[in-house]
């Protein structure tokens, strides 16, 4: 295996996950916890879910 065939591998490996990652996102089955020194169990949380850009757009122009 050369290094070139090597680093395409590992190019196809990061696409496919980053493909399998967007989908769970896409699909509301991810999760995430950040955590900070402040807050070591977790300063934000919550399910990632798919939403219209349209609809975000219009509540944000509604709130002002």
Do not use: A, K, W
Request: charged share 25%; proline share 2%.
């Amino acid at each position: 295996l050369s290094i070139s065939s090597l680093t395409i591998c590992l190019t196809l490996i990061r696409v496919s996950l980053f493909r399998r990652i967007m989908g769970f996102m896409g699909n509301g089955s991810t999760y995430v916890n950040v955590h900070s020194i402040e807050f070591p169990l977790g300063e934000i949380r919550g399910q990632i879910e798919q939403v219209d850009i349209d609809t975000v757009e219009e509540e944000d122009e509604e709130e002002e």
